[in-house]
């Protein structure tokens, strides 16, 4: 198996995009206060069952991504032929495979997201998808997801759905208050735990996370449930072999305050062609604002 990112299919967006949108209402949720008061203090919090109905619908999507990676954009396998299972990931598919388009479009996604971020509108970055079959036991690096990103800005948030029931102690955990420690931590590579080659002063090494820390969240999954983390919040899980197979689908969202930001390093997804500076706002034919919905004011900004 080749591991690293293959990336197969080109990532391109729908040409009839605006249409696409506004054939479509997402519904708005009521999020409680206090919950999102939990997200905003430590970066991570978990909403259970929230998307259970589209449990069965984005599973079937990310079958056919597993059938057949190359035909998906930015297919990547992390576990190497002498090690055991497999870890696989896939992103920026959600124009590809039509059950994650309808969830981007019509679930409450974009109304929590906007909600979590305490931002007016939530503009959709991209999917991810995450695969770990039974017997794997290679561990997801300690990271945060925002240097790995062509963005900056602090209102942020990634729904990431568990697909299958999660053990707490396979599940990703999350080293609470982190995404306001000031650091920026060098993206890693999934498949060998390196950190990219940058020559980025404002990053420095991501530190390992002792089990025995006394400020993680580890929560157990169910399917349907969702962990909603911000961007720079520490994340990464221990090596203890999964038992049975674990997915997840993951949907990344930006706020008001995110804006393009030219990386000194490669990002990830490796979107280097979007014609923008530092600062532009991320284009929306691209990246569509998804809240509000055209039912109650449509994309504006
Ligand atoms: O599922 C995993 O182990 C990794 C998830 C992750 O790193 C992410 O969603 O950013």
Same mark, same amino acid.
């Given at each position: ?19 696409? !949108? ?6 708005? !949720? ?27 619908? =984005? ?47 019509? %679930?409450?996604?974009? %109304? ?8 007016? +509108? ?13 017997? +794997? ?13 062509? !963005? ?13 029931? !999660?053990?707490?102690? +396979? ?12 650091? =920026? ?31 993680? &969240?580890?929560?157990? =999954? ?6 909603? &983390?911000?961007?720079? *919040?520490?994340?990464?899980? *221990? ?28 990002? %990830? ?7 923008? *500076? *530092?600062?532009?706002?991320?284009? +929306? ?17």
């Amino acid at each position: 198996m080749t591991v690293g990112n293959t990336a197969a299919k080109h990532w391109h967006p729908i040409k009839n995009l605006d249409e696409v !949108i506004r054939s479509a209402d997402r519904p708005a !949720i009521d999020v409680n206060a206090s919950v999102v008061e939990d997200f905003q203090r430590d970066g991570v919090v978990l909403i259970p069952d929230i998307f259970k109905r589209w449990v069965p619908d =984005l599973s079937a999507g990310l079958q056919r991504n597993l059938d057949d990676p190359q035909s998906f954009a930015f297919p990547c396998d992390s576990v190497g032929d002498k090690e055991t299972g497999r870890f696989f990931d896939s992103y920026c598919n959600w124009q590809l495979i039509s059950e994650y388009c309808d969830f981007v479009l019509s %679930s409450p996604a974009a %109304s929590l997201a906007s909600q979590l971020m305490r931002s007016t +509108t939530a503009q959709l970055f991209h999917d991810h998808a995450f695969v770990k079959e039974r017997g +794997t036991q290679k561990a997801t690096p300690w990271h945060h997801d925002l240097p790995y990103y062509c !963005i900056d800005g602090f209102q942020t948030v990634s729904l990431y759905i568990a697909l299958d029931p !999660i053990p707490a102690q +396979t599940a990703v955990r999350f080293l609470k208050g982190s995404h306001r420690n000031g650091h =920026l931590y060098a993206p890693r590579n999934f498949a060998s735990g390196a950190e990219y080659s940058h020559n980025d002063p404002s990053l420095c090494s991501a530190p390992h996370v002792e089990e025995s820390a006394s400020d993680l &969240f580890i929560e157990a =999954l169910q399917p349907g449930d969702a962990l909603c &983390f911000d961007f720079r *919040t520490l994340h990464g899980t *221990t090596d203890e072999p999964i038992q049975e197979r674990r997915r997840a689908f993951s949907t990344r969202w930006m706020g008001d305050d995110v804006r393009y930001l030219e990386r000194l390093s490669e990002t %990830s997804p490796p979107l280097n062609d979007l014609g923008l *500076t *530092t600062g532009d706002l991320m284009r +929306t034919d691209l990246f569509p604002i998804l809240w509000p919905t055209s039912d109650n004011g449509g994309a504006r900004r």
